[in-house]
């Protein structure tokens, strides 16, 4: 007993001594940063742009809440400061600030287009985020038309934080729209590492913040090379088969109707033995309810629902290919993942051409892509039909 | 005088059944998978790590009956009575050097992890001193304490465990594993020797067995105890593959942290789990260091039997916390862990199997028939 | 552990008892005799003494006896009554003394007295003395009686449902509590003395054939080890033959309630009763057992299961909530979820006191109310709870000093403090959340796991009497978790707990099948 007491008094001592407290800060003195923004300023000389960060900073009383009116104080503030380290940028906030910087809530990285289209700038970027321990694997990357640090300032009456905003306007827009779900830092390194293609949102801030394209970064080329408008996002979506709700319309007789798909079942499927000519086959089981109709035709007729069927499969199949094509000939990227296919059932073959697919021989350029769609109306609604 | 016999020193089988997982997992784990990824190709580094577990079981093994056919013998007292008292005392201070080593590069490498994870400015010195100070009231308290330790914490830290990976079910990408078993022989070799260091601990069944009270079915626990730290391996392995594939969790310093960085608690009662998963790990972290730096302490004893136990932890303490501190940088830390664990993991491979090949020819021992 | 008890054991040798022994035999005069016994006891008001003749001899005899202790009516029904009814005495001193003995006494227990030292004690204890002038013995009549407390529902341990009943201080009412309750002949009492001066009885119960008898021998044996000269409340032997006295933690457990006295009699533990006390002592517990309340065995088992979660729930809450908080505030924000983190700091704009010092004020502040409640009446105690807990707490937001969540953390702290069954566990979370909080303090959620580290350390190396105090956790026992975390159904607790090792380990003769 005596050694226990030993050693408890000694050690309760020696904690009681060190109360040096090293890392401690109190709540209310370090500064949230929610949001950061990257944009390029002016460069002249392009080995070693100058760029401008935006940080957003919480102020906890400016925030509406049930104790708090929050009154006419604004919930944020933002930070700029420019310089080619982000890093040292960052450090450079704590003599502006009265608080301590405190990056383990930033959750949203908006980096301007001028900034994404600059090869390798990107990625080098992005290393500065990755490396530092604290900061989460989920933040999440948008590219902004124009200015991104505009961005950080747009404000909503319910959504008093911007950074808060767009995070939460990705999430429950992919989650009921079916368009590409928000990408995170960690899924962007999966893909830098990887070399793979990619697409990240979007944003554009004219009257109101909106997400109106997909980003298309291309692997090797390791940059922006374009913009996927939304029929694109739709068909990518499709043609993943992520299983999300997604709303799509489709020509019939002149008239036009809507489908909600419910149920979405992709098998892709790679036929390597010319590499020079791959073929892709795509086979999509689509299972939807009809929402909208802008037709006078019975819908509880056997018949009519089953052309309403083929065309909403056609309408997909050319939906699909026109992107494809897009992705193919114009920008050259493989952002349907179609390399991971060939890699997990075609390892051998995928040895030989790995290095050839979005660069070089171009095998990507010469896939060809047959869709197979097959589209089941299981539901029609509460009527047949409406005069 | 104690009415309660079961709750003297000597330890159960259940206890030892519990120590061996508890020795041998630690903070080698949290960088593993880095490491066979590097090693070996998607995922198939499972197969190294299985061969690797499944080879030192055996040894551990061979180990248990060579300790067995002494009952109640301490490792010196029959070390010495196999290959000689001078060759004996050799082996054991070879043996104390490592064991010291290890302990201390664990509590250096938990130092160096909570301070990226949970510190910024708060000194090392001061981490890994607070830190050893436990470590230091455990094992200079009793034995069977140690090891009920052990008992206790581990439940604790495989239902963490679990609870990670069960969050995290949904961002595992099945397609992450695939194509299997595209590796060349090299590199499961490779992957082989790399999971080396994630299995040392189980020499202790050389030191312990011969405390162990009334053994009955020993062989049995000890390869249960040895499926415990292969099975949460290849399962820690197989999740940090099914969500970051092969190349992210070659580029990941602690690829184990980083799977509890991306769990989100459905409801939000806490944010970062890689936190709590860390403090958690630091219990098992503990059991190993504490485990280590018993096993020293047992083989000091054993050579000097008049030295009490807690007079030599006292006195190894500052030797182990100079050793913590003696490294600068990360990577010598890394190579003088590599360069221990390898050294270890051979030097036992030999010392066992030539320990029952002895004790197997002079047919010395208990049972004289071979086991 | 063993080592304290020998300590005390060399310390009883060094110490010379000063006792006052009166080995002195009575004398035939009874004068003599009456005036021995006013001069030992120094002539008090309150010692009786009422002299008769009796029969044709005209013998001289005196009734002596403690006012209060005794059972007046006792003495005058069955003794002085008897005696001056009765006819044809004998004439000579010693037949009549035999006749009285045999004959006149309408009392159960009755005993014989030859020295000063016999008789005093059992007049102390409430015995009525006998003295028959000429007779160098005198009679000791067990008269035991007078005021004593109801027996009551136990207030430190109220059960919502559970019997009423609760041990009062008079030893003889106790046992028999207890005896109702087991109506096992093969309970056993033992009756010790502790207290140079008391002299209080001590009963050691437990039930042969069920426990171990090692473990009855070694509470014995540190039961003699006992040398104070008064033992007042069962905290004395507590103090004196526990196994680590510096250990927070209590190594035994003690209880008003005479059913969870009898629950742990039929496990196979050892209860000890003190004369003049309601508290029994219950040995040896372990952790498990401290958290466990009687009525989870009244209840459903499914409640009783779920009960007994919230209060392991409860547990945690009170030794790690403050520690916590103070981590996360101060060192961990990050694992706090966004929006909270900003309303906690914007809730914490202008305190002016870091969290842990703002912890420990409010904290401290609650032991302060605690302990005053405790102390007051308890009309009074609860006006304390008023204007500590809302008062004080409000004033003390509405001035800034504190900030409201603070105010949330302690108040959900001491709630659940409050719910841990044993004030004696209780009391030791109290203690051990101010280690946890500085420890918090310095190296946050590092800090409270090496903390708890350290508890466990001492939890695994604690031992109450040879009982690893962290069992059946380790040494692992897999049968006893039937009632551990899991209250299983009544009829699935087959066997007495493995870590007491009793005799008899099945409770159920049938194994739990029906015949």
Known sequence: ?387 | MNPFPYSDEAISENELMFAIPSTIMGVSILSLPRKLALDTLYSDGWISLLLAGVFFAILAVIGTKVASKFPNQSYFSYASTLVTKPVAIGIVIIQIILFIGLSAFSIRSLAYISQQYLFEHTPMEVISLSFLLVVVYAVSGSRAGLFRLNVMFLPIILIVTIIIAVFNITWIDLKNFLPLFKTDMKGYIKGFQTSFEVYIGYSIVLFYVGLVNKPKKLTKKVIVGMSIPIISYIFIFFVTIGIYGNMVTANIELPSLGLAKRVDIPGGIFERIDTIFFTIWTMAIFNTASMLLDVAVLLITSIFKQIKKRIVTFILAPIIYYLVMLPQEIHQVQTASILLSQFMAYFTMVLIVSLFVIASIRGVGKNEKKS | MVRSIMNRRKRKKNSQPQQHKYPQNLSKQLTSNVNNLKQILGEPHDLKIRQLKLGEGNITCAITYIDGLVDSKTVQVSILANLENAKQLPTEGKELFQHIYNKLLSVIHVEKGKTLDEITLPLLSGSTLLYIDGVETALIVDTSGGEMRSIEEPVTETLIRGPREGFIENLQTNLAIIRRHIKDPNLRFKTHQTGRRSKKNLVVAYVDGIVNPALVKEVERRLQSIDIDIVLESGYVEGWIEDSFLSPFPQIMNSERPDKVVAALMQGKVAILLEGTPFALLMPINFSNILQSAEDRYERWIIGTLLRGLRYFAAFLSIFLPALYVSLLTLQPGMLPSMLAFSIAASREGVPFPPLIEAFMMLFTMELLQEAGARLPQTIGQTIGIVGGLVIGEAAVQAGIVSPIMVIIVALTAISNFAIPAYSIAISFRIIRFGFLFASGIFGLYGIILAYIMVNIHFVNLKSFGVPYSTPFAPFFKRDFHDVIVRSPIHQIKDRPEYLQPQDTVSMDNQGEKK
Request: net charge negative.
């Open chain 1, 1 to 387: 007993m005596k050694k226990n007491r030993n050693c408890f008094l000694g050690i309760c001592s020696l904690l009681l001594i060190l109360t040096g407290c090293w890392d401690v800060v109190n709540i209310e003195d370090r500064g949230f940063i929610i949001g950061n923004s990257i944009d390029l300023v002016d460069s002249a000389n392009s080995d070693q742009p100058e760029l401008l960060v935006t940080n957003q900073i919480v102020i906890g009383s400016g925030i509406p809440s049930a104790a708090n009116e929050g009154g006419d104080k604004k919930a944020f503030i933002n930070f700029k400061t420019t310089g080619k380290s982000i890093y040292k940028m960052e450090e450079e906030i704590a003599t502006i600030s009265n608080n301590t910087p405190f990056y383990e809530h930033l959750t949203t990285l908006i980096v301007s287009e001028k900034v994404a289209e600059k090869e390798r700038l990107f990625t080098n970027l992005l290393d500065t985020y990755l490396r530092n321990v604290n900061l989460r694997r989920g933040i999440q990357v948008v590219i902004a038309k124009n200015e991104a640090n505009k961005v950080l300032e747009y404000t909503t009456p319910d959504f008093p934080l911007p950074a808060m905003h767009i995070e939460e306007m990705l999430e429950r827009g992919s989650r009921e729209t079916g368009l590409l779900s928000p990408t995170t830092l960690g899924d962007i390194e999966e893909y830098q590492l990887n070399n793979n293609s990619y697409v990240l949102p979007y944003l554009e801030l004219k009257d109101v913040l909106s997400y109106q394209a997909g980003a298309v970064f291309h692997g090797p080329k390791d940059k922006m090379v374009g913009l996927f408008n939304m029929d694109d996002m739709l068909a990518l979506s499709l043609f993943r088969g992520e299983k999300t709700t997604k709303i799509i319309e489709a020509p019939f007789k002149d008239n036009t109707f809507t489908l909600q798909i419910n149920r979405l079942n992709s098998t892709l499927n790679v036929d390597s033995s010319d590499i020079s000519a791959i073929k892709i086959n795509l086979t999509l089981e689509v299972e939807g309810i009809i929402k909208e109709t802008f037709m006078t035709e019975d819908l509880s007729s056997q018949k009519v629902v089953e052309s309403v069927q083929d065309e909403m499969s056609k309408e997909i199949s050319k939906r699909i290919k026109e992107t494809f094509t897009k992705a193919q000939k114009e920008f050259g990227t493989d952002v349907f993942r179609i390399w991971q296919e060939l890699e997990t059932k075609h390892y051998e073959k995928w040895q030989k051409i790995k290095d050839n697919w979005e660069e070089g021989e171009y095998y990507f350029k010469d896939a060809q892509l047959i869709v197979d769609v097959v589209t089941e109306i299981y539901s029609i609604g509460a009527i047949n039909r409406t005069r």
